[in-house]
């Protein structure tokens, strides 16, 4: 599981209104949307975060 971090953000008040109305028809929470429209430019193009390895994984040695 990713560990999540706050931090400030500013945005122009129609962008945040636009993303507001959006999140709300896709039934998400306002941070909700900015992450998938974060994650969805992300992957668009190739810049993905790479899955770190899980650590509590048991090895089959």
Not at 7 to 21: C, G, Q, S, T
Not at 23 to 38: K, V, Y
């Amino acid at each position: 599981m990713s560990k999540k971090k706050a931090f400030a953000l500013r945005i122009n008040e129609d962008m945040l209104k636009a993303v507001e109305k959006w999140a709300s028809d896709e039934f998400r929470s306002t941070n909700g949307q900015i992450e998938w429209m974060l994650m969805q430019y992300l992957k668009d193009n190739n810049r993905s975060p790479k899955p770190k390895p899980d650590s509590n994984k048991k090895s089959d040695s």
